[in-house]
């Protein structure tokens, strides 16, 4: 697999968030739309699986297929660098500032956005026939995903929303660990196997990913879900995000970085020399 260690990747990522800040305005948002448009097409893709097959393990098995194919191609989630981009900025990077971060992630969230209401807007055609007919039953199903996780949150008060952020936090615990697993490996096999696994965890254990609700949500409205865009962002996305970033900087980000990047000195080695009696 050509595996890298882990000092290696770690300062892998440090040159990645210093890559990302500094790229142009054009780039970060076609790369980020991109992204939001394929994880949208894989979303859908697992849940229509889960829905007819009635075998949750099985989509989230096949989810994965498209986080993989925009980090081959060079696309960008939120929840990447939300990541990335801090550590470039701890290391000193020359360049490297708070605003340039806070303009990265606001390009990225932006495309994200986007990327995943062009593919929320084209299958809500696909399904309703032009808009002339109801939903089929995957839209019915992604509607009621939309309404449990907006009012259903909504109806424990702010136990609720506490409980998306922490659920946002364990999911970009989980996805940042599959980002980083792209710079694992130096092979697409390597690096396949690393993004898979933790991906796969996030989605059958349904933690709340900002990009992935980007989709789910709008195209849960359009398919005649019972929740307002107010309900969406406070009770979801605005959770969801903070979520993410805090959970992947301080579960993986923070914690390759210290440990890796900036390792701590070796203890020194006590030895205590027996004194022998005259």
Not at 23 to 43: K, N, W
């Amino acid at each position: 697999m050509a595996y890298l260690a882990p000092a290696e990747f770690a300062t892998k990522m440090v040159d990645a968030g210093e890559s990302k800040i500094l790229m142009s305005t054009r780039d970060t948002v076609i790369r980020a739309y991109m992204a939001g448009a394929i994880l949208a097409l894989a979303a859908v893709f697992a849940v229509t699986i889960t829905q007819q097959t009635g075998i949750p393990i099985l989509g989230a098995a096949l989810f994965p297929v498209g986080f993989c194919m925009l980090y081959l191609l060079g696309f960008d989630l939120l929840t990447g660098v939300f990541v990335l981009a801090p550590l470039a900025l701890l290391d000193g990077r020359p360049g490297v500032t708070w605003s340039g971060v806070l303009r990265n992630w606001g390009l990225v969230f932006l495309g994200n956005f986007l990327g995943a209401l062009t593919v929320a807007l084209m299958m809500g055609f696909v399904f309703t026939f032009g808009f002339t007919s109801p939903p089929d039953q995957v839209g019915t199903y992604i509607a009621g995903i939309g309404e449990r996780r907006t009012v259903g949150y909504a109806a424990h008060g702010m136990g609720g929303w506490f409980t998306i952020f922490i659920r946002g936090m364990l999911c970009n615990w989980m996805v940042s660990t599959g980002v980083v697993g792209a710079m694992i490996s130096t092979t697409v096999s390597g690096k396949v196997i690393a993004m898979w696994m933790p991906i796969m965890v996030f989605f059958y254990m349904t933690f709340e990913h900002s990009v992935v609700n980007m989709f789910l949500f709008p195209f849960g409205l359009l398919m005649g879900g019972h929740f307002s865009i107010a309900d969406y962002f406070f009770w979801n996305e605005i959770p969801t995000v903070l979520g993410n970033l805090v959970g992947g900087l301080a579960f993986t980000g923070l914690t390759l970085y210290t440990t890796h990047v900036r390792t701590a000195p070796k203890r020194t080695a006590i030895r205590t020399e027996r004194r022998l009696a005259a």
